[in-house]
């Protein structure tokens, strides 16, 4: 019996101890599968909350200057957004921009996120240029992908600026649905995506760090082109309101002037250093303060313009001031030193002042001064990004006029003809879809009334403060 259970045990120990003494000394380690680098995923989801942050803060800008019984549909114009696009970018936005596919739009294999997931790497491969297999190495892709929705959030909602007081809620949310897929998504794959027509991976180069073309020409114009074909506000240009919430536009400027940190230093997609030759760089950091240095150098330039020529200087210009600097420095943000920082403020400050002022003897009603200040401003920060830009502040960048790279310049305005020509060629189309199928405008009388209580069947204050006509 003794025998028995001693040869059961060796057979036992035999069968277990063979393959595990053979994986001690044959077993290889197993390939590390690469993880997501924790600084910079809660990096790049804090700067997506703060370009969130941008749209509300938008809403009180633009709602603080219309009258008082049109501030609730102002601010349900930003606002809504966050749902629309919120909801189309995960089932075809993303793709369309970001996929791998034609120069000019993405495909369709990231439909409803489909292959989007926690990976950080090799989800590119297969597609030119080879040597780039993601958009952001050390953090998940849906990371990246939730960041870039923000953009896609807050860019139609500019829009918005040019049309408020006239155009039907359901006309508006049919336009940003129209044009966050067939503007936005081309633009945003032709710059910024793999293969892109525009941009540094793999097309002719242009330099935009966090949004110039894409988000401000493409917006500004866009806005122009609504004002144009939607038509003047019956109180236009005689009978026009004062702003009739000046701390709402202060508040809104802070807001923006605050998210824009997301925006701009968010867009180097990582908060680790790097070298370019022998010099350190940081460029999330270097993006933070040229965006702090372009704003309150815009805003300063804009308060010595009012006092010298119109002998004070106003809240109301102030926030505008601050804001066109942020445009302005948008494209730059990651590629400039901040003494460029501050020259492109000043610059971008001034020309949007004078361009506010040509657009009131045009007469277009472009109702807040979208174009003025994010087409324009867009527009003279693409340009000065050519001049000012210089790899000792981001290797991954290119240098500019002033560094001896002339053809950037030739780079950067081809660039800007091209999203001129989407935003105004599309936004033309879909506007007259539109007015052809559902209308775009209000009757003259609920215009007259405000929009508030016949759009959304509410008031943003009791009438008894309100500047509704007494009947």
């Known amino acids: 019996m003794l025998k028995k259970v001693v040869m059961i045990g060796a057979i036992t120990l035999l069968f277990l101890g063979v393959p595990l003494m053979g994986n001690a000394f044959a077993q290889t380690p197993a390939p590390a599968v690469p993880t997501a680098d924790t600084g910079d995923t809660a990096f790049m989801l804090i700067s997506a909350a703060l370009v969130l942050l941008m749209t509300p803060g938008l809403a009180f800008f633009y709602g603080g200057f219309v009258r008082s019984r049109n501030v609730l549909n102002t601010l349900m114009m930003s606002f809504v957004l966050m749902a629309i696009v919120g909801v189309t970018w995960i089932l075809w936005g993303y793709s369309l921009a970001f996929a791998p596919g034609l120069p000019f739009i993405g495909g369709l294999q990231w439909f409803g996120l489909n292959g989007v997931g ?68 081309p633009l ?79 867009s180097a997609l990582s908060a680790a250093s790097g070298t370019s030759g022998n010099l350190v760089t940081n460029v999330a950091t270097t993006a933070f303060v040229a965006t702090n240095a372009g704003a309150a150098a815009a805003a300063l330039m804009w308060v010595i313009l009012e006092a010298v020529l119109r002998g004070k200087p ?83 960048g290119k240098d500019g006029v002033l560094r001896g790279n002339l053809g950037e310049l030739g780079v950067e305005l081809a660039a800007i003809v091209v999203a001129y020509a989407i935003a105004g060629v599309g936004t033309w189309i879909i506007l007259k879809i539109i007015d052809a199928t559902v209308g775009l405008r209000v009757k003259e009388e609920a215009e007259l009334q405000g929009l508030d209580i016949n759009e959304h069947g509410e008031e943003g204050y009791n009438s008894e403060f309100g500047d509704r006509p007494t009947q």
């Open 118 to 185: 926690l990976e950080i790497s090799d989800y590119l491969k297969g597609s030119n240029p080879a040597e780039v297999v993601s958009y952001a190495g050390t953090i998940p892709h849906q990371a990246f992908m939730i960041y870039q929705a923000m953009f896609a959030i807050i860019t139609p909602a500019l829009i918005s600026g040019a049309i408020v007081e006239r155009m039907s809620f359901r006309a508006y949310s049919l336009f940003v649905l129209l044009w966050s897929t067939f503007v936005y998504a």
């Open 314 to 396: 106003t809240a109301v210009g102030a926030a505008t001031g601050a804001v066109a600097g942020l445009v302005g420095i948008t494209p730059a943000a990651g590629f400039v030193t901040p003494l460029s920082a501050i020259l492109i403020g000043f610059i971008t400050a001034f020309v949007c002042f004078y361009a506010i002022s040509f657009k009131h003897k045009l007469e277009i009603d472009d109702a807040l001064d979208t174009y003025p200040v994010h087409g324009v401003g867009g527009t003279v920060g693409a340009i000065l990004t050519a001049i000012f830009a210089t790899t000792q502040v981001n290797g991954a």
């Open 188 to 266: 945003a794959h032709m710059v910024w995506a793999k293969g892109g027509f525009l941009g540094l991976y793999g097309g002719l180069g242009a330099l935009d760090f966090a949004g110039g073309t894409v988000v401000h020409i493409s917006s500004g114009v866009s806005a122009l082109v609504a004002a144009i074909v939607l038509g003047p506000r019956k109180t236009h240009p005689d009978r026009l309101s004062p702003p009739h919430n000046v701390p709402f536009i202060l508040l809104g400027a802070s807001l923006l002037w605050f998210g824009w940190f997301g925006f701009n230093s968010g």
